[in-house]
């Protein structure tokens, strides 16, 4: 019966941080929230109608997946963005999302859900939303692939990459550029050339480095 009850207990905690993590990414998309902002316990604790102390040992476990970082004396922040994370974090997701890929198989609903995404993606002139839907697209790529701990580790990951993200979005060129990866991606998937598409995929993450550089030294120029 105890070790029931610390079941229990564990699942309500991995719960309660999966939660916060989407709480914090819905203040992201609708631009409440932003890196380098403080984060509100007592709001958090409201909005999901928990008590404060279960919301702070939420955040010291998001804080041990490095989604957000505690400063001594003043709280809970989402981390600003650096070039240094950028360059660790996007090699990661790409090698990840490529060997996710390249061991699904996938059929012709999988095919049609993407296209769909896709076509949202494109009718979208918010920068926010056109992340949102683009990572939802990934999401639909890796659903085949049966491996939780990997399915864990890349949506910490995202988290974090959701501003970088959301900075290469605001270009129209850059935009258009993974919208024409998505549509190549489809079309091996729809041949089964699933190495194939597992190659762009991997391509297409490694692609945003480049400009995130070059954003960071353009802003300290």
């Not at 949202?120 to 990572?135: C, F, G, H, M, R």
């Not at 258009?176 to 089964?192: D, G, T, V």
Request: net charge neutral.
């Amino acid at each position: 019966m105890l070790n029931r009850i610390r079941y229990i207990i564990m699942i309500l905690k991995i719960s309660l941080r999966e939660q916060v993590k989407t709480y914090l990414q819905n203040k992201m998309l609708d631009g409440d929230i932003y890196f380098g902002a403080r984060i509100s316990l007592p709001s958090l604790a409201k909005e999901l109608n928990v008590s404060v102390t279960p919301i702070r040992e939420a955040l010291t476990q998001l804080q041990h997946a490095n989604i957000v970082e505690a400063i001594p004396n003043r709280g809970f922040f989402l981390p600003k963005l650096n070039e240094k994370e950028a360059t660790e974090i996007y090699p990661i997701i790409a090698s990840l999302e490529h060997l996710a890929i390249s061991q699904s198989q996938y059929n012709e609903i999988d095919i049609d859900e993407l296209k769909d995404i896709q076509t949202i993606i494109e009718q979208s002139t918010s920068p926010a939303a056109i992340v949102k839907y683009d990572l939802q697209f990934h999401e639909k790529l890796l659903c085949n692939f049966n491996n939780h701990v990997l399915h864990s580790i890349l949506a910490d990951l995202k988290i974090r990459v959701f501003m970088y993200e959301y900075h290469y979005m605001q270009s129209q060129e850059l935009a258009m550029l993974s919208s024409n990866y998505h549509h190549r991606i489809i079309a091996f998937l729809s041949e089964k050339k699933i190495e194939k598409a597992a190659n762009l995929v991997r391509e297409s993450w490694l692609t945003s480095i480049d400009f995130i550089k070059n954003q960071f030294q353009n802003n300290h120029n």
